[in-house]
């Protein structure tokens, strides 16, 4: 089984607390919630999450406050703090406290995706977590051959969704967090390059392989126009497959990894150009 992370939200403001948590569970993250810094240290102290994703500005505590005093007997936990003010040097006082990363308000989910996994990696090399368990969803029409590809992936530990068409796809995609999309090109209500175009609106963040019948040819192009990863013709070859997905997986990993690169280079660009600006 895979670990699941707890991510601690804390945001005084209702409707945006609400919506962070819907967010960060349907990215597969246990998630605990707080509307002010003092609940906030409750919360800590009772169910020690590994991730905190906390509001500079609060009632009864800010955000600093509660990062310092964390980090004082918690230094494992990873603060990504957030801000409604352009060039808040709290933020970046945040950042040299210990804080992993900030966020600016209104949230940039590409920029959240990104702070989160760079928590998420930073724990797993501090926990040492080797394994990964990609989230495959499964998208055919054909339910044997559906359900006998779910049941040889599970075997292989992926957690594996399943749909029988487009629609039921793009659901599955939207209520998830997806790594791997196995789409056969023909389905009802919605074709694979549709529903791929689609997810690819909603989320960048992960691989998909299509699977051609007989004739396909035409549409196995189409797809690779798409953005798909590759393409597998029916009766599909298990060895193969297998295959197709790591090197996905690892393509996957790759770019993530290069993402939150960046991202550490672009936050170590800032703490310096404030260091300089003090200095001056």
Do not use: W
């Amino acid at each position: 089984m895979a670990e699941t992370f707890k991510v601690l939200v804390v945001e005084d403001d209702d409707s945006i607390r609400a919506f962070l948590c819907r967010y960060v569970q349907k990215e597969g993250y246990r998630v605990l919630e707080a509307d002010n810094g003092k609940t906030a240290l409750e919360v800590l102290n009772k169910e020690s999450p590994q991730i905190v994703l906390c509001d500079i500005r609060l009632p009864l505590m800010d955000g600093i406050e509660i990062l310092n005093r964390t980090k004082v007997e918690r230094p494992d936990i990873e603060f990504i703090m957030m801000t409604g003010y352009d060039g808040d040097e709290q933020a970046i006082l945040a950042l040299r406290g210990g804080a992993l990363d900030y966020i600016k308000k209104p949230i940039d989910l590409k920029l959240l995706d990104t702070a989160i996994g760079r928590a998420k990696e930073k724990i797993g090399l501090k926990q040492n977590i080797k394994k990964v368990f990609p989230t495959l969803l499964i998208a055919e029409d054909e339910d044997e051959s559906r359900i006998r590809l779910a049941r040889i992936l599970e075997k292989e530990d992926y957690i594996v969704h399943q749909a029988r068409n487009g629609s039921e796809a793009i659901a599955v995609f939207e209520d998830n967090k997806i790594d791997l999309a196995l789409l056969d090109i023909k389905m009802p209500h919605k074709n694979g390059i549709v529903v791929l175009n689609e997810m690819r609106a909603i989320s960048t963040d992960f691989e998909a392989v299509f699977l051609t019948g007989f004739g396909d040819e035409d549409n196995a192009i189409a797809a690779m126009r798409s953005a798909a990863f590759n393409f597998l013709k029916k009766p599909v070859d298990i060895d193969y497959l297998m295959a197709v997905l790591q090197k996905a997986m690892e393509k996957l990993t790759l770019e993530r990894a290069l993402r939150f690169r960046m991202r550490d280079l672009e936050l170590q660009t800032e703490i310096t150009a404030q260091l300089n600006n003090v200095l001056k």
